[in-house]
């Protein structure tokens, strides 16, 4: 059976295009912990792209322009804007991640003394 012209990736190549291979990080000690932590986090990259849109939903309307979809997809803000979300960014991770910082504190601490 032939394949369609331009398509040669065999079924196993098209796989490793689309599923991580290998062994998965281990965050925690359980391995449900890690799936929450990654449920977690997916959730919060969606948080963040909603953020995004909501920004770009407001500052369009300033500017007198109608929020629609195509033009909040075409919004490109200026370096202020996307200085001040990466900054919400960093501020979202830190939040996340301040309970894994401060545990492998306690731990290092106690190590240590």
């Given amino acids: 059976m032939a394949m369609a012209t331009g398509s040669t990736n065999t079924p196993i190549e098209t796989l490793r295009k689309t599923v991580a291979l290998g062994r998965e990080p ?15 986090l997916a959730l919060a990259a969606e948080v963040s792209v909603l953020r995004d849109r909501l920004d770009a939903h407001e500052r369009l309307a ?15 803000p200026p370096v ?20 894994i910082r401060q545990a492998a504190l306690r731990d290092l601490f106690e190590k240590e003394g």
């Fill in 80 to 99: 202020e804007v996307s200085d001040l979300r990466s900054q919400r960014r960093a501020t979202l991770l830190s939040k996340l991640f301040r309970p």
């Fill in 26 to 40: 281990n965050f925690t000690a359980q391995p449900g912990n890690d799936q929450l932590m990654e449920m977690v």
């Fill in 62 to 76: 300033d500017a007198g322009q109608a929020p629609t979809p195509t033009a909040v997809d075409a919004y490109e």
